[in-house]
């Protein structure tokens, strides 16, 4: 007899499938057979199946179910990734500004790579806006785009 038979009883699959609205190909891996299987034993057991739709709006539910403390917790980790970013741009600024005997190569190189923090910058700044967007008027992020946009202008001129 399979492993799987002994888990695939009517209270189980009504707890899990019904009550904890589990799918079949999940509820499948816990007991180890396929998700056919366990609609056939739903089946067996006349134990309704959910419409599609049902299905699909419980996956978009769970990724909806971010807490405050979650979203917050990303737009800190935004902001001080944003902060690293600006204190990198800064440090090639100055270095651009007196090349201690930089060849030309070395002042294309750090040209370059200021220009990708630059262009690294305006990523995390959309990315910040589409937040904000998101969660309108709970969170500002106007004093981190302000020094991402002086930085920016800033190294436009150099480049």
Partial sequence: MATYKRYLTHN???REYEENKRSCLDIAR???CSGVTVHSYLKKFKI???SRLEAISKKIEEKQKL???EKMKRREKLIA???KLIAEVRLLQDRMK????ATEKEQLRLRDHAKQKRLALEKLQRELE???QRESGAWHVGDVNDQLYNIMEHTRDKS
């Fill in 12 to 14: 189980f699959l009504k």
């Fill in 30 to 32: 816990e007991v180890g």
């Fill in 48 to 50: 309704p199946r959910r």
């Fill in 67 to 69: 807490t405050k403390e």
């Fill in 81 to 83: 990734k944003a902060n």
């Fill in 98 to 101: 007196y090349p201690l005997s």
């Fill in 130 to 132: 589409l937040d904000n």
